[in-house]
């Protein structure tokens, strides 16, 4: 494999490499993150990261958070823009665009062990694989497996309805439809959907919110804020918050296997979930998981793992561009 520079295009940040390797083994240098909301396009990080690290590269393999047609993409949670033929004319070499978590598909094989977490063991077995991945979005892929190898695919699958299980749920959906009108599992699963669930339950409960955590809250990323109190145990409602998303998380990842049958696994990815390891080792991840009524042995032999590095999407786009042969 050449030198290729790859990149991680999210609605919060984006990180570059520059990526090489042999087989299934990806090296990346030159690592890099950049803030996506202080650039008002792509181009403009491109250059600055070129100018910071030189420009020794074969091709240009990105994966972008939203759908990619025709080489074209609208980044979901960005007002970006990304062709790739604009870019292959700005730098001069090829460059192939994917949905990011089809880049986090294409990456599953390089993985390391000690790169996954293992949820639920299963009966390991070969046959499709899922993805889910929660981080300032939720987003979903899926790979086809042919019986001789697999093929990573993109899907939009965060964007579909969510579907409320409980009596609580379904306030929580009159709650976000009168805000929204349409009520996807991005609103429910994600890092922005946090704050959200928080106000919610503020409400539902008749709880108030401490004044150190009002502080927090306008000071820093709120979601994270969310996250670690619960983690922390330092406020009662935010460890209910986190319980509560966990088990919609678990309720979607498990919707997701059904609909792929994912009888290889079902891998979680994103930001949010190595953040949170201790809460979906407990049982509401997993219960949701497998509570899909007569399908429950299914999914109970469905092996679901936990995918520890940031770096996945980046190892998937370096063995993408070997695959699509632009490097």
């Given amino acids: 494999m050449k030198r290729i520079l790859v990149g991680d295009i999210g609605g919060t940040k984006t990180r570059l490499a520059l990526a090489e390797g042999e087989g299934t083994v990806v090296v990346l240098t030159e690592v890099r993150t950049y803030p996506s909301l202080h650039y008002a396009t792509l181009e403009l990080v491109l250059e600055e990261y070129v100018t910071q690290v030189g420009f020794p590269v074969e091709g240009i393999a990105l994966g972008v958070a939203g759908p990619v047609s025709r080489q074209r993409a609208q980044v979901t949670n960005l007002p970006w823009v990304v062709e790739s033929a604009a870019l292959r004319q700005r730098f001069g070499v090829q460059c192939i665009l994917l949905n990011d978590l089809e880049a986090v598909a294409w990456g599953l094989p390089a993985l390391r062990g000690d790169e996954l977490f293992s ?56 709650f976000l439809q009168a805000r929204h009108g349409h009520v ?24 108030s919110i401490p004044a150190w955590l009002q502080a927090a809250l306008e000071g820093a990323s709120a979601g994270a804020v969310l996250a670690q109190a619960a983690l922390e ?45 201790p809460l979906l080792r407990q049982p509401g991840f997993l219960e949701s998981f497998v509570d ?16 520890l590095t940031d770096q996945v999407a980046l190892y998937g786009l370096a063995l993408a561009a070997r695959s699509s042969r632009i490097c």
């Fill in 119 to 174: 949820l639920q063991e299963g009966v390991p077995s070969e046959g499709n694989r899922a993805v889910i991945a929660a981080g300032t979005g939720l987003g979903e892929a899926g790979i086809h497996w042919d019986g001789t190898r697999f093929h990573p695919f993109a899907t939009e699958g965060g964007h579909a309805s969510f579907a409320p299980r409980t009596e609580r749920e379904m306030a929580l959906w009159r």
């Fill in 184 to 207: 996807s599992w991005e609103r429910v699963v994600s890092g922005m959907a946090l704050p959200e669930l928080h106000e919610f339950l503020r409400a539902h409960e008749h709880s």
């Fill in 233 to 277: 145990a330092t406020d009662p409602l935010c460890v209910e918050l986190m319980h509560w998303f966990v088990r919609l998380y678990g309720a979607e990842a498990g919707n997701l296997a059904l609909k792929v049958m994912s009888r290889g696994g079902v891998y979680v990815g994103g930001g949010i979930a190595p953040k949170i390891l």
């Fill in 292 to 307: 899909k009524g007569r399908m429950r042995p299914l999914l109970e032999a469905m092996p679901v793992q936990v995918i």
